[in-house]
């Protein structure tokens, strides 16, 4: 059962997927709120896929991504964002990183949580 | 009154005391040349009245008897000095009585209460400049300004022994220093011409970039607020749509479904519509990378949803395209958006490929009506719009981006036509 764990700033968005994943079976290992729940989340529960916000207060997407131990395997990360600009697009030339903006598809989510998990 | 109206006004002022000034300064310079011209030739007649006097005459030729015998002495001694300027000479006396005219009028008489013998006589070369309206005596007519120099006679001793009046006319000399006035007359105002021109020129350049900095400030302002706006709303969109999504899943019933993909259509349409206005106040940097033509029509096409009474006619040729996909795949979301709403009737929309030597040329056209005559030229200009809805962007957003990418688009009618040229060789 892949996992994942789903970090944001918006209750909403977390509430969503978690209910979206649940009937996908897609494990949800942890939610959090700013980018340092995401650092202590991953080392905690090491999921296949962080789903990480970037605009978030005081510890924002960006200090996850530097925050994150970068071993042999990076942690895979999907960023959903409002934002745009050339700092998202440098975050394309990460392997390890999905940039999907928002508003996001659900489906296309669950594809790649999905696909990537069963290699 | 708007900043042009300043710049203007104030561009007149410049230019006008610019004119006033030079006037002023160039007619200084020409009395200035006018002086020291009338002082050099006074200067220059004294001395050499004097040096000549000195070597030919004596004491005894300036005492005021036997005015015959001196008529041809001063006569001889003038006949070198005498040009056609010269108008009258006459000697005086130590003590004021005339020795010599070369008219021969008031030979022997005295008037040494005359101001400017006296003057003379006590050492000081003067001289007077005569207006040609007043002249004292026939002889004088003809000639326009005159000069009358009162020359001290020293020879050797202390005092001055006598006077020689030089009278002549200032024509040549007044010709020459209008010579000159006329030259720096014309260089004044050609310097005038050209920082009128100058100025003109550099106001207007500033004008049109001080109109341009309002705009932009405009705009960035509005980017400002608008990204902010964006990106608030995206959040809700996300809901509504996931929740959309899940509401669909969960449910069995067909008409709640479709009503769930009604929904989600609008979320679409309002996405797309962020995206409009987003492109225009941020646009974005390019990131170029090895696509295709099919990939960019796909993709465009996957964020439409195109109703069923609408096809839509797809290239056989699938070239590789180097650009920056997700901008291009905007450009060509967006004019099969803009032909989506066209037809409202059943339609097609035929999307071919050409080329040349350098140019991928990607034509969409549509089987709607033909775009307004009017309006052919001006879609492209930002809130330019004919649709109600419209924020009148969206082609400004495919101008801007087809043109980052050094290409051109345009639209023709018969059929209505987007013709996308894209250069082969992007750097």
């Known amino acids: 059962m892949p996992s994942v764990v789903i970090v944001d700033d918006e209750p909403d968005i977390v509430k969503i997927l978690c209910e979206y994943f649940d009937i996908e079976n897609i494990d949800v290992l942890g939610t959090g709120n700013n980018g340092k729940d995401a650092v202590e989340l991953c080392a905690k529960h090491s999921p296949d896929?962080?789903?990480?916000?970037?605009?978030?207060?005081?510890?924002?997407?960006?200090?996850?991504?530097?925050?994150?131990?970068?071993?042999?395997?990076?942690?895979?990360?999907?960023?959903?964002?409002?934002?745009?600009?050339?700092?998202?697009?440098?975050?394309?030339?990460?392997?390890?990183?999905?940039?999907?903006?928002?508003?996001?598809?659900?489906?296309?989510?669950?594809?790649?949580?999905?696909?990537?998990?069963?290699? | 009154m708007n900043t042009s109206q300043k710049i203007l006004i104030g561009g007149s002022i410049i230019i006008a005391i610019g004119l006033v000034s030079t006037v002023i300064f160039a007619t200084l310079i020409y009395e200035q040349i006018k002086q020291n011209t009338i002082e050099n030739i006074q200067r220059t007649n004294a001395a050499y009245l004097s040096s000549i006097a000195?070597?030919?005459?004596?004491?005894?030729?300036?005492?005021?008897?036997?005015?015959?015998?001196?008529?041809?002495?001063?006569?001889?001694?003038?006949?070198?000095?005498?040009?056609?300027?010269?108008?009258?000479?006459?000697?005086?006396?130590?003590?004021?009585?005339?020795?010599?005219?070369?008219?021969?009028v008031s030979v022997g008489d005295?008037?040494?209460?005359?101001?400017?013998?006296?003057?003379?006589?006590?050492?000081?070369?003067?001289?007077?400049?005569?207006?040609?309206?007043?002249?004292?005596?026939?002889?004088?007519?003809?000639?326009?300004?005159?000069?009358?120099?009162?020359?001290?006679?020293?020879?050797?001793?202390?005092?001055?022994?006598?006077?020689?009046?030089?009278?002549?006319?200032?024509?040549?000399?007044?010709?020459?220093?209008?010579?000159?006035?006329t030259l720096v007359y014309t260089v004044a105002f050609i310097l005038i011409g050209l920082v009128t021109s100058a100025t003109i020129v550099s106001s207007i350049l500033v004008a049109r970039s001080s109109k341009q900095d309002i705009q932009q400030e405009k705009f960035a302002s509005i980017g400002a607020v608008t990204s902010r706006l964006a990106h608030d709303l995206r959040n809700p969109l996300s809901v509504i749509n996931t929740g959309l999504d899940l509401i669909a899943k969960r449910t069995q019933e067909k008409q709640t479904i479709e009503t769930c993909t009604m929904i989600q259509d609008s979320v679409k349409r309002l996405n797309h519509q962020v995206e409009d206005v987003l492109s225009f106040v941020k646009p974005r940097s390019l990131v170029i990378k090895e696509t295709n033509l099919n990939t960019l029509i796909t993709r465009a096409i996957a964020e439409l949803s195109v109703p069923n009474r609408i096809s839509i006619e797809k290239p056989s040729q699938n070239p590789t395209i180097f650009c920056d996909e997700q901008q291009c795949v905007t450009v060509l979301n967006n004019i099969i958006f803009n032909a989506i709403q066209k037809?409202?009737?059943?339609?097609?929309?035929?999307?071919?490929?050409?080329?040349?030597?350098?140019?991928?040329?990607?034509?969409?056209?549509?089987?709607?009506?033909?775009?307004?005559?009017?309006?052919?030229?001006?879609?492209?200009?930002?809130l330019y719009t004919t649709k109600l809805q419209g924020t009148g962007l969206g082609l400004n957003s495919c101008k801007t981006i087809i043109e980052s990418h050094h290409g051109r688009i345009f639209a023709s009618n018969h059929p209505t036509t987007f013709t996308i040229l894209l250069p082969k060789m992007m750097k």
């Open chain 1, 49 to 119: 896929y962080l789903l990480l916000d970037l605009n978030m207060e005081k510890y924002d997407g960006f200090y996850t991504i530097e925050n994150l131990p970068n071993f042999d395997n990076p942690q895979k990360i999907i960023v959903i964002t409002g934002q745009i600009g050339e700092e998202i697009q440098k975050l394309e030339n990460y392997d390890n990183i999905t940039v999907l903006p928002k508003p996001f598809d659900i489906q296309q989510i669950v594809n790649i949580v999905k696909s990537k998990n069963s290699d």
């Open chain 2, 54 to 104: 000195s070597n030919s005459l004596t004491i005894e030729n300036f005492k005021p008897i036997m005015f015959e015998e001196k008529n041809q002495i001063f006569s001889n001694y003038f006949e070198g000095i005498k040009n056609e300027e010269t108008v009258r000479i006459k000697v005086w006396s130590k003590n004021g009585t005339i020795i010599f005219s070369d008219g021969n």
């Open chain 2, 110 to 181: 005295n008037f040494s209460t005359n101001p400017r013998f006296q003057t003379a006589i006590q050492g000081q070369v003067n001289t007077e400049i005569k207006e040609p309206i007043d002249p004292e005596n026939i002889s004088e007519m003809g000639f326009g300004q005159l000069m009358e120099i009162y020359v001290p006679i020293y020879l050797d001793y202390a005092e001055p022994v006598g006077v020689i009046e030089l009278y002549f006319s200032m024509d040549k000399i007044n010709e020459s220093t209008d010579n000159v006035a």
């Open chain 2, 343 to 382: 037809l409202d009737s059943d339609g097609t929309i035929t999307i071919s490929y050409d080329d040349d030597q350098k140019n991928h040329i990607i034509k969409i056209q549509d089987s709607g009506d033909a775009i307004p005559e009017k309006d052919l030229k001006k879609i492209f200009e930002p």
